[in-house]
């Protein structure tokens, strides 16, 4: 493997697929044939991985999926391609959450099956598979230290961390 590496479940797939897709593709700085080698990485890797999870206690577990490597890079690359300011991209476990100004970009994010969830002001989008089977309602930082969470800089927030860094 060229790109990813050390990955032993489904959750930690998604999250380094995510950071190596945001700089490998073209509409991000990245070529086409970067792009095409994450990608039949990700499929192998997805093959494999599918069916391994981990749970909130950090317990490795095995459960069948339905859902498909295409489907997680499919909605990826159209978030990319919609450039939105002001908006945050989080991979947190198996879900994939919007926040920020995602208003102007509603109708888009729609477009995709994000659904909205008023209590944290956030769009999210759930795997195929998954099913809520408790009333608990968790805010966003439990979720987070639950699951792990990695969130997509945009490119003025890594210029001015850089910026931050070098002075």
């Known amino acids: 493997m060229t790109y990813i590496k050390n990955v032993e479940t489904l959750e930690e797939l998604k999250k380094v697929y995510k ?11 990245g070529s086409d044939e970067q792009m095409a080698q994450l990608n ?3 499929d192998e890797l997805f093959s494999r991985l599918k069916n ?5 206690d950090g317990e490795t577990y095995t459960k069948e999926t339905a859902e498909t490597p295409e489907q997680f890079k499919a909605i990826l690359h159209q978030l990319f391609s919609l450039k939105m300011d002001g908006v945050i991209i989080e991979i ?3 879900f994939i959450w919007l926040t920020g100004n995602t208003k102007p970009y509603k109708n ?13 002001y956030a769009r999210y989008k759930a795997p195929s598979y998954y099913k809520k089977r408790s009333k608990k ?7 987070r230290g639950m699951y792990g ?3 997509m800089k945009s490119e003025k927030e890594e210029r001015a961390e850089k910026t931050y860094l070098e002075g």
């Open 52 to 56: 391994t999870h981990k749970n909130k």
């Open 92 to 94: 947190v476990g198996t």
């Open 149 to 151: 969470s990695q969130k």
């Open 40 to 42: 039949n990485e990700y």
């Open 137 to 143: 309602n968790y805010d966003m930082n439990t979720i």
């Open 108 to 120: 888009e994010i729609k477009a995709l099956k994000f659904r909205y969830s008023p209590k944290k």
């Open 19 to 29: 950071k190596l897709a945001l700089k490998l593709h073209p509409d991000c700085g």
